[in-house]
């Protein structure tokens, strides 16, 4: 079976004398569960994994409990160390409480016991851990499944990739895109949106951020105002509701809408967002076309592959602290810009052949980059783009 990167991570973080609470991280359906039964068969201590899923909220001892069976299990084996699993831990009420609670008992008393927790919501995930949990934990964050992994996992091409994007469950179901669509919108889009984000905020107007949604995959690698956003919502809001909407649907990995780099943060913050997906399945079911049908229609084509390139970028910066925006003055512009560390990486995508490019060569005297990336058939091709590691681009 194959195995992410972030496996080993975990493995050395859990093989560490130094004790923390290990925080899977991530959106739904990449694999959180899978990575942890896969640590599992890698070691040899006793180990309690259990799930709230069918736990009644209100059940607040049911952690207490489960703890409680993992310690003894510690004893009886009388093993150098334990491990408790919880999975869809945020079904439980006041769950980083309880978890505060038995964490600092253990640490006074001195059981060696190592905790995972797993959870579905990132958005409840996120509120616990701040609440009360400040100072325990470390997370290891699992992104949508890149071009490289879905190649060597599920043997994708690059064209299935940009079309089909990074989920692993849909992988077999490629063949048959009436099947792939429908596992997507509702297995994916809608549990995720009705789960994570409006059984768990403050959204007055559901309707109005789903059609958010659908609009910025349907413009993803576009610069689009929320005004002119706007006039294409079936249900009319308002700037500041369409911003904090998209900043829900950040949270759950779905889109991004990146801001325009200014070298100030102010302005940066007050600019006309350029609208991502972070993966590209989300782009193609509201697209129009099929599979077999878009590598005619060029400008789509060309659409797909700077929207994968900005998917896999918005991943791979988001788990490595990098800030990405879009740079544009005038009739110049640069696709991407990360930044990290005042080093500033300038990278533009295109499809045909392209030996220079303006935008590339007026930001970077601009604002002296620490490196320049045109990405096409006559420099790095964008299906060899999608394999790079963009932290080490950095160094």
Known sequence: MFERNQLKTLRNRIDEPVKFIQILSGTRQVGKTTLVEQLIDKISNPVHFVTADTVPSSETNWIQLQWEAARIKLIRANAGWGLLVIDEIQKINNWSASVKKEWDQDRRKKINLKVILLGSSAVLMSKGLSESLTGRFETVILPHWSFEEMQIAFGYNADEYIWFGGYPGASALKSDENRWKDYILNSIVES?????????SNVKKPALL???????CIYSGQILSYTK????LNDRGNSTTLAHYQDLLEQIWFISGIQKFSGSKVSARNSIPKWLVYNNAFFSVYSGEASNTFKNNSELFGRLVESAIGGYILNECRINSIT??????????????????????????????????RGLNEFSKKYKTFKSIL???????????LKVDIKQLFE
């Open 229 to 232: 956003l706007l006039g294409q």
């Open 192 to 200: 995720t949106i009705s789960k994570d984000i409006l059984m768990l």
């Open 324 to 357: 990405v925006n879009y740079w544009r003055e005038s009739n110049l512009e640069v696709d991407f810009v990360l930044s990290k560390n005042r080093k500033i990486i300038a990278i533009e995508v295109k499809t045909g052949s392209v030996k220079v490019h």
């Open 375 to 385: 990405i096409s058939n006559e420099t790095i091709p964008w299906y060899d783009f």
């Open 210 to 216: 789903k059609n958010l949604f659908e609009l910025s």
